[in-house]
């Protein structure tokens, strides 16, 4: 299994510019979560979701959206970027209540936008 | 909402010496608290976790104990190797979500060889 996979590895964005971030997992697991990660502090989540066509809001939602169409794959997308988007973004997945809660993060997208 | 406070922000510690990383959360009613250790330019990966029925876990070095009444919980490693070096975090699930995380802001442990 590959696990967690995230595309891209970095991305350079002017201000105003859309892009989405891909995110897939091959583990079979309902859930799935979008978090960042700015220099020196810990992780805020995004979004989340518990199964295809169900996303909810997380702690930080605003100028992001979301989209589940399968269970493997949950595209973040950013509209208008904003210089306050500039941050490492983890994709995460978890299969709560199979015996354990922990989440696998993929390898993070790093986005600056200028 | 749920408040996860995490001390200290940095820890240098001498090689094969304990480091203890605490923190508090504001939820009474949550139920899971997992530490994840992030390496330098890497994904957070889970190292131990316990849940409110338990008061104390270990893992080789590493054990987590956890005081409900006084809602706290806390990260031990004995015996610190300088691969132990790493950004630490801890979580907690917040009431209205089993299956959230809310991260404190993290540890920066440095282990002096």
């Known amino acids: 299994n590959a696990g967690v996979t995230q595309t891209p590895k970095f991305r350079i964005l002017k201000i105003g510019q859309s892009m989405t971030l891909q995110c897939t997992q091959d583990?079979?697991?309902?859930?799935m979560y979008w978090y960042r990660q700015d220099p020196g502090m810990g992780l805020k989540l995004i979004y989340y979701?518990?199964?295809?066509?169900?996303?909810d809001k997380g702690e930080v939602p605003n100028g992001y959206n979301v989209s589940r169409s399968t269970t493997e794959d949950f595209p973040l997308r950013l509209e208008l970027a904003a210089p306050s988007q500039t941050s490492v973004y983890f994709c995460?997945?978890?299969?709560?209540?199979?015996?354990?809660?922990?989440?696998?993060f993929g390898p993070g997208t790093r986005l600056t936008v200028l | 909402g749920e408040n996860v406070e995490q001390h200290p922000s940095t820890l240098s510690v001498q090689e094969g010496d304990s480091a203890v990383i605490k923190c508090t959360y504001s939820?009474?009613?949550?139920?899971?608290f997992p530490w994840y250790k992030q390496e330098l330019g890497k994904r957070p990966q889970l190292i131990i976790d316990?849940?409110?029925?338990?008061g104390e876990k270990k893992d080789q070095r590493i054990a987590v104990t956890l005081n409900k009444t006084a809602k706290h919980f806390s990260l031990h490693i004995t015996e610190t190797q300088p691969e132990d070096s790493a950004v630490y975090f801890c979580?907690?699930?917040?009431?209205?979500?089993?299956?959230?995380?809310?991260f404190g802001s993290g540890t920066r442990l440095l282990v002096r060889p």
């Open positions: 995460a997945s978890s299969l709560p209540g199979g015996g354990t809660d922990t989440q696998y």
């Open positions: 583990m079979n697991h309902n859930y």
């Open positions: 979701s518990v199964g295809a066509g169900i996303t």
């Open positions: 939820d009474s009613a949550s139920n899971y």
């Open positions: 316990i849940r409110s029925n338990v």
């Open positions: 979580a907690a699930t917040p009431m209205d979500s089993s299956y959230k995380l809310i």
